[in-house]
T-cell receptor
């Protein structure tokens, strides 16, 4: 099975940077995903890492270290619309996704 | 392209009643997933279909939950009888086989009273 940990809540100011950490312990690993979920809406895909290193996509970047079982999602130039829950998910060798409980990010003016 | 469709969006029932949810995946997506998301938690996979066959239903409470995808396209998830702890959002997702990205539908919010 998978054990995925991420902080429950984070607060940051508009224009700032926030880093959401995710640690995992898995029985198989075939990629790590980050999803964004606004309140009352479905999760939407943000990023995917399967090799170690940093993946950058606009204001969002995601990092993976497989040896440490660690990932982070970096949100730069925060905007009010970035207030949402951010879900870390690990895919196993059967392509099954296991999600963490999510980190609620609140962006303040 | 059209996204994953789900209905109803909201449902309120009393415990011990039955309920069914419907999902229409993105056209051409062979893999379909049903997730349960309890408030404050991440989605938990209930069942995964590849075309009309079940790939994984290890976390589906089979004494009360059932799901089918008879023609390899639409799917229904049923709960019979419902319990209070079944109150959650039920999310349907689809992907291109073992593709990277799963596309989620808007979900059905179930409240069991």
């Amino acid at each position: 099975g998978q054990n995925i940990d991420q902080p429950t809540e984070m607060t940051a100011t508009e224009g700032a940077i926030v880093q959401i950490n995710c640690t995992y312990q898995t029985s198989g690993f075939n990629g790590l995903f980050w999803y964004q979920q606004h309140a009352g809406e479905a999760p939407t895909f943000l990023s995917y890492n399967v090799l170690d290193g940093l993946e950058e996509k606009g204001r969002f970047s995601s990092f993976l270290s497989r040896s440490k079982g660690y990932s982070y999602l970096l949100l730069k130039e925060l905007q009010m619309k970035d207030s949402a829950s951010y879900l870390c998910a690990v895919r196993d060798n059967d392509y099954k996704l296991s999600f963490g409980a999510g980190t609620t990010v609140t962006v303040r003016a | 392209e059209a996204g994953v469709a789900q209905s109803p969006r909201y449902k309120i029932i009393e415990k011990r009643q039955s309920v069914a949810f419907w999902c229409n995946p993105i056209s051409g997506h062979a893999t379909l997933y049903w997730y349960q998301q309890i408030l404050g938690q991440g989605p938990k996979l209930l069942i995964q279909f590849q075309n009309n066959g079940v790939v994984d239903d290890s976390q589906l409470p089979k004494d009360r939950f059932s799901a089918e995808r008879l023609k390899g396209v639409d799917s229904t998830l049923k709960i019979q009888p419902a319990k209070l702890e079944d109150s959650a959002v039920y999310l349907c997702a689809s992907s291109l086989g073992g593709g990277i990205e799963q596309f989620f539908g808007p979900g059905t919010r179930l409240t069991v009273l």
